[in-house]
T-cell receptor
Framework: DAGVIQSPRHEVTEMGQEVTLRCKPI?????LFWYRQTMMRGLELLIYFNNNVPIDDSGMPEDRFSAKMPNASFSTLKIQPSEPRDSAVYFC???????????FGPGTRLTVT | KNEVEQSPQNLTAQEGEFITINCSYS?????LHWLQQHPGGGIVSLFM???GKKKHGRLIATINIQEKHSSLHITASHPRDSAVYIC??????????FGAGTILRVKS
């Protein structure tokens, strides 16, 4: 299995632009998680899905962030408009169930200038 | 006070030494995870445990639910063990809360 796939691996954008991060979970996994990692705050859960349904989005910072999972093999995290404080590494992870071991993607390093 | 506290924050060891990283938490949990983040940034799940002890190669993880404490041990440490080790607890809502991580450097 290819593992969790994220794209792009690096993204540099200007403040105010829309950013879309993509994730393909491991085939057969039915839980998907989006995390953000910064030096100041460490790793934080943004949102997670079970069977494509958002279960807990309490970590989504504000309305500028949105996440979708249109099918079992694809999820997006969108930031519109982006701000410099959104600069971070965004990880996607999947598991066979939300209570099981999670497998992390390589992350997307986002820089907003 | 953070829900998950790790100690030490930084650890430098000589190759071959026995290493212990500690994690204390303040909330009720359904499981505790130990993760390893490599210098390149990738994150790997090492253990998920809800009681007792687990062993994988040179790594051992223990948890004491009553004391709300877990330890990660590395026996016969090697420079390739150099990484950030992160403790995360899962509450009953399945949300993971992470510690700040322990930066381990093993010198040859």
């Amino acid at each position: 299995d290819a593992g969790v796939i994220q794209s792009p691996r690096h993204e540099v954008t200007e403040m105010g632009q829309e950013v879309t991060l993509r994730c393909k979970p491991i085939s057969g996994h039915n839980s998907l998680f989006w995390y953000r990692q910064t030096m100041m705050r460490g790793l934080e859960l943004l949102i997670y899905f079970n069977n494509n349904v958002p279960i807990d989005d309490s970590g989504m910072p504000e309305d500028r962030f949105s996440a979708k999972m249109p099918n079992a093999s694809f999820s997006t995290l969108k930031i519109q408009p982006s701000e410099p404080r959104d600069s971070a590494v965004y990880f996607c992870a999947s598991s066979s169930w939300s209570g099981n071991e999670q497998y992390f993607g390589p992350g997307t390093r986002l820089t907003v200038t | 006070k953070n829900e998950v506290e790790q100690s030490p924050q930084n650890l430098t060891a000589q190759e071959g030494e026995f290493i212990t990283i500690n994690c204390s938490y303040s909330v009720g949990i359904s499981a505790l995870h130990w993760l390893q983040q490599h210098p390149g940034g990738g994150i790997v799940s090492l253990f998920m445990l809800s009681s007792g002890k687990k062993k994988h190669g040179r790594l051992i993880a223990t948890i004491n639910i009553q004391e709300k404490h877990s330890s990660l041990h590395i026996t016969a440490s090697h420079p390739r063990d150099s990484a950030v080790y992160i403790c995360a607890v899962r509450g009953y809502g399945n949300k993971l809360v992470f510690g700040a991580g322990t930066i381990l450097r093993v010198k040859s």
